[in-house]
């Protein structure tokens, strides 16, 4: 099976700032990479689909890069409803893992 | 608009047996591979199982294999997850998820195994 990574795990930021999480394969996924915005409550939601492409509906500030094992998301100006939980997840060979999860909160 | 509706949750004892269902509307359900996922209580996303679009392809994680089975409708777009032997790590939110993208997710329903 393949292993996802992410780091860090949890992160504190202001609203304006960039934010950088990055996750890592065990081994080459290609691009095959999906990020996933979650809130306490509720269903994750697709942010970013093979690596680089913004899901529709999705703000711009949000963007990811990378390919074969290590990839990052990246939040240009963090936005007071972005504070979330992120998830990466292989979806390159069955079973289709995700990686830990990165707590966004308010510095 | 893409919805699935996730039902069949509820509270069993070790061992027992439930089985979830997914309805679905808004596309068009048949050309679709559909996801099972789910999330304990307090942790991190689990890829459980998934079934193509005609039901002729079917993998499943490691954990649950031999002891669950997805299954589909597609006249009645619904999707369904039986649920045998049943254990206390069985325990957690599960979601139906659209496609190899997993870009629409149901609200998920609770699945609480504990005697």
């Known amino acids: 099976d393949i292993q996802m990574t992410q780091s860090p795990s949890s992160l504190s930021a202001s609203v304006g700032d960039r934010v950088t999480i990055t996750c890592r394969a065990s081994?080459?996924?290609?691009?095959?990479l999906n990020w996933f915005q979650q809130k306490p409550g509720k269903a994750p939601k697709l942010l970013i689909y093979?690596?680089?492409s913004l899901q529709r509906g999705v703000p711009s500030r949000f963007s990811g890069s990378g390919s074969g094992t290590d990839f990052t998301l990246t939040i240009g100006s963090l936005q007071p409803e972005d504070f979330a939980t992120y998830y990466c997840q292989q979806s390159y060979s069955s079973p289709f893992t995700f990686g830990p999860g990165t707590k966004v909160d308010i510095k | 608009e893409v919805q699935l509706v996730e039902s069949g949750g509820g509270l069993v004892q070790p061992g027992g047996s439930l089985r979830l269902s997914c309805a679905a509307s808004?596309?068009?359900?048949?050309?679709?591979?559909l996801n099972w996922v789910r999330q304990a209580p307090g942790k991190g996303l689990e890829w459980v199982a998934n079934i193509k679009s005609d039901g002729s392809e079917i993998y499943y994680v490691d954990s649950v294999r031999g002891r669950f089975t997805v299954s589909r409708d597609n006249a009645k777009n619904s999707l369904f997850l039986q649920m045998n032997s049943l254990r206390a790590e069985d325990t957690a939110v599960y979601y139906c998820?659209?496609?190899?993208?997993?870009?629409?997710w149901g609200q998920g329903t609770l699945v609480t195994v504990s005697s």
């Open positions: 093979a690596a680089s």
């Open positions: 998820v659209t496609g190899g993208y997993f870009d629409y």
């Open positions: 808004g596309f068009t359900f048949n050309k679709y591979w």
């Open positions: 081994q080459s996924i290609s691009g095959y």
